[in-house]
């Protein structure tokens, strides 16, 4: 069964230092996700992304933050100089289409822990 | 902004018998509601969902209820299993708002064998 896959499954980083954030959605998607949980949280959405650009990011995505779709297959996220609070479980998700209900696929996600 | 609630942080049920997880959510642009069930070190994992236009959605052991008017869903389980221990999200999305999923906090349900 196709899945969303996500890499590293930990990342430990300094404050200050940029961390990137791998995702291979399921190759026949179109639309694509990050949330994050920080520990003890609920799962917030942080942005989408469809067609080579941002369709929609909430108010923790800030210009810190960056998203990617680098060629046919990945999908990251960039912080570029992470902060204590940026310590949470990051979930890349997709979604097939437009036509498609709603429901999107979530990989494994990577801990990030910010020292 | 708690669109999206799940009052029982845990639940405790017999192995056989029905478990029923309860959702809230005040957002009336929300018109898509979606189950997702998480174990540890695991992403969400997509159980079940039900649109706006209907009351009801089963799948199998699993079955989605809708209360519109009293912006209220709730998933059932029957019979509960061993296998179902795990926390359970609700999630909503809303046709205008780039269907991204806003999340309730979840439920931890632990059956007891």
């Known amino acids: 069964e196709p899945e969303v896959t996500q890499t590293p499954s930990h990342q430990v980083t300094q404050m200050g230092q940029e961390v990137i954030l791998r995702c291979v959605p399921i190759s026949n998607h179109l639309y694509f996700y990050w949330y994050r949980q920080i520990l003890g949280q609920k799962v917030e959405f942080l942005v989408s992304?469809?067609?080579?650009?941002?369709?929609?990011k909430s108010e923790i995505f800030d210009d810190q933050f960056s998203v990617e779709r680098p060629d046919g297959s990945n999908f990251t996220l960039k912080i570029r100089s992470t902060k204590l609070e940026d310590s949470a479980m990051y979930f890349c998700?997709?979604?097939?289409?437009?036509?498609?209900?709603?429901?999107?696929?979530f990989g494994a996600g990577t801990r990030l822990s910010v020292l | 902004d708690q669109q999206v609630k799940q009052n029982s942080p845990s639940l405790s049920v017999q192995e056989g018998r029905i478990s029923i997880l309860n959702c809230d959510y005040t957002?009336?642009?929300?018109?898509?509601f979606l189950w997702y069930k998480k174990y540890p070190a695991e992403g969400p994992t997509f159980l079940i969902s039900i649109s706006s236009i209907k009351d009801k959605n089963e799948d199998g052991r699993f079955t989605v209820f809708l209360n519109k008017s009293a912006k209220h869903l709730s998933l059932h389980i029957v019979p509960s299993q061993p296998g179902d221990s795990a926390v359970y999200f609700c999630a909503a999305s809303a046709q205008f708002g780039n269907e991204k999923l806003t999340f309730g906090t979840g439920t931890r349900l632990t059956i007891i064998p």
């Open positions: 998700a997709s979604r097939p289409n437009r036509s498609a209900k709603n429901i999107q696929y």
């Open positions: 992304f469809y067609n080579n650009e941002i369709s929609e």
């Open positions: 957002n009336s642009m929300f018109d898509y």
